[in-house]
C-alpha cells in the first residue's frame, strides 16, 4: 500500500473531490482526518471509511479561522499522533459576477477559504515535519488559476494565489524532507461547485445549462469533464513515495485544457 502508516488530513473532505481523496488515501493505507464544516458529511465520509475496516476520524472545523485550524492539527495529532500528509482542498466557488458587481466582503470570504486557510493550516503542519525530516502538502487549485474565464475574479485569483504559495513553500521546504505540490482540476460534473456555477453561468448567458456545458467540454482535448477519482489518484500519487522527486509543480488533471 502506497500510504501504510502515514497520517493524512483532507480538509473538505466531506464530499466531492475531497471524500475522493480521503477515501483513496485510506484504501492506500493511511489514517484519514477528514475536515469540514458540515458534521453530517464528514462523519457519514468517515463511517464509510471506517465500515471498510480503514482508519479515520471527522473533525468539524472552518479553516477560516485559526481557531479551526488549530482544532484540526490538535485533534489530528491525538488521535493519530502526527500529520504525514496535508491534503488543502476546502474550496469556495463564491459570486459568479462581473468584478464591478463583487462586493469587498464576497471577495474577502472567497480569498479566506481559498488561499488563507491553506496557509493557516500549513504554517501549523510545516515544523512538525521540518523536525521530522518528512512530510507532503498537496494544495488543490484549479484550472482557473490558468486560463481566461469571465466572472469569477476572486475564485481565479485565490486558485492563483494558491499556486503561489505551493511554490514558495517548496522552495522553503525542499532542503527540509517536504515536498509542496498543487493539482489544477479541469471541470468535474459530480461536484456540488461545478453544478452550481454551470447553473448561474446558465442563467446570467440565458443558456441552457446542459448545452453550454457540451459547448464548454468542446475545448477540452478529451471532449470529456474529469471525475473526482481521477483527482484522487493525482492526489494519491503526490502523496506517495513515487513521487519522490516532484516538488514545486502543479499537476493539472484536466483532460488537456491548459499546458504550463
Given at each position: 500500500?502506497?500510504?501504510?502508516?502515514?497520517?493524512?488530513?483532507?480538509?473538505?473532505?466531506?464530499?466531492?473531490?475531497?471524500?475522493?481523496?480521503?477515501?483513496?488515501?485510506?484504501?492506500?493505507?493511511?489514517?484519514?482526518?477528514?475536515?469540514?464544516?458540515?458534521?453530517?458529511?464528514?462523519?457519514?465520509?468517515?463511517?464509510?471509511?471506517?465500515?471498510?475496516?480503514?482508519?479515520a476520524?471527522?473533525?468539524?472545523?472552518?479553516?477560516?479561522?485559526?481557531?479551526?485550524?488549530?482544532?484540526?492539527?490538535?485533534?489530528?495529532?491525538?488521535?493519530?499522533?502526527?500529520?504525514?500528509?496535508?491534503?488543502?482542498n476546502?474550496?469556495?466557488?463564491?459570486?459568479?459576477?462581473?468584478?464591478?458587481?463583487?462586493?469587498?466582503?464576497?471577495?474577502?470570504?472567497?480569498?479566506?477559504?481559498?488561499?488563507?486557510?491553506?496557509?493557516?493550516?500549513?504554517?501549523?503542519?510545516?515544523?512538525?515535519?521540518?523536525?521530522?525530516?518528512?512530510?507532503?502538502?498537496?494544495?488543490?487549485?484549479?484550472?482557473?488559476?490558468?486560463?481566461?474565464?469571465?466572472?469569477?475574479?476572486?475564485?481565479?485569483?485565490?486558485?492563483?494565489?494558491?499556486?503561489?504559495l505551493?511554490?514558495?513553500?517548496?522552495?522553503?521546504?525542499?532542503?527540509?524532507?517536504?515536498?509542496?505540490?498543487?493539482?489544477?482540476?479541469?471541470?468535474?460534473?459530480?461536484?456540488?461547485?461545478?453544478?452550481?456555477?454551470?447553473?448561474?453561468?446558465?442563467?446570467?448567458?440565458?443558456?441552457?445549462?446542459?448545452?453550454?456545458?457540451?459547448?464548454?467540454?468542446?475545448?477540452?482535448?478529451?471532449?470529456?469533464p474529469?471525475?473526482?477519482?481521477?483527482?484522487?489518484?493525482?492526489?494519491?500519487?503526490?502523496?506517495?513515495?513515487?513521487?519522490s522527486?516532484?516538488?514545486?509543480?502543479?499537476?493539472?488533471?484536466?483532460?488537456?485544457?491548459?499546458?504550463?
Amino acid at each position: 500500500m502506497l500510504l501504510k502508516d502515514k497520517v493524512a488530513v483532507v480538509t473538505g473532505g466531506g464530499r466531492g473531490i475531497g471524500r475522493a481523496i480521503a477515501k483513496r488515501f485510506a484504501a492506500e493505507g493511511a489514517s484519514v482526518v477528514v475536515a469540514a464544516r458540515t458534521s453530517k458529511e464528514v462523519t457519514a465520509v468517515a463511517a464509510e471509511i471506517q465500515s471498510a475496516g480503514q482508519k479515520a476520524a471527522a473533525i468539524t472545523a472552518d479553516v477560516v479561522q485559526e481557531s479551526g485550524c488549530q482544532r484540526i492539527v490538535e485533534e489530528a495529532r491525538k488521535r493519530f499522533g502526527q500529520i504525514d500528509i496535508l491534503v488543502n482542498n476546502a474550496g469556495l466557488l463564491g459570486p459568479v459576477k462581473a468584478a464591478e458587481e463583487i462586493s469587498p466582503a464576497e471577495w474577502d470570504e472567497v480569498l479566506a477559504v481559498n488561499l488563507r486557510g491553506p496557509f493557516l493550516l500549513s504554517r501549523l503542519v510545516l515544523p512538525e515535519m521540518y523536525r521530522r525530516g518528512s512530510g507532503v502538502i498537496i494544495n488543490i487549485s484549479s484550472v482557473a488559476a490558468k486560463a481566461a474565464f469571465q466572472w469569477n475574479s476572486p475564485y481565479a485569483a485565490s486558485k492563483a494565489g494558491l499556486v503561489g504559495l505551493t511554490r514558495t513553500l517548496a522552495s522553503e521546504s525542499a532542503r527540509k524532507g517536504v515536498r509542496v505540490n498543487a493539482i489544477c482540476p479541469g471541470p468535474v460534473a459530480e461536484t456540488e461547485m461545478s453544478q452550481a456555477l454551470g447553473q448561474a453561468l446558465a442563467e446570467r448567458l440565458q443558456m441552457d445549462a446542459e448545452k453550454l456545458f457540451q459547448g464548454f467540454l468542446q475545448a477540452i482535448l478529451q471532449g470529456r469533464p474529469q471525475t473526482a477519482d481521477e483527482v484522487a489518484a493525482a492526489a494519491l500519487f503526490l502523496a506517495s513515495s513515487e513521487a519522490s522527486a516532484i516538488t514545486g509543480q502543479t499537476l493539472n488533471v484536466d483532460g488537456g485544457m491548459s499546458f504550463y
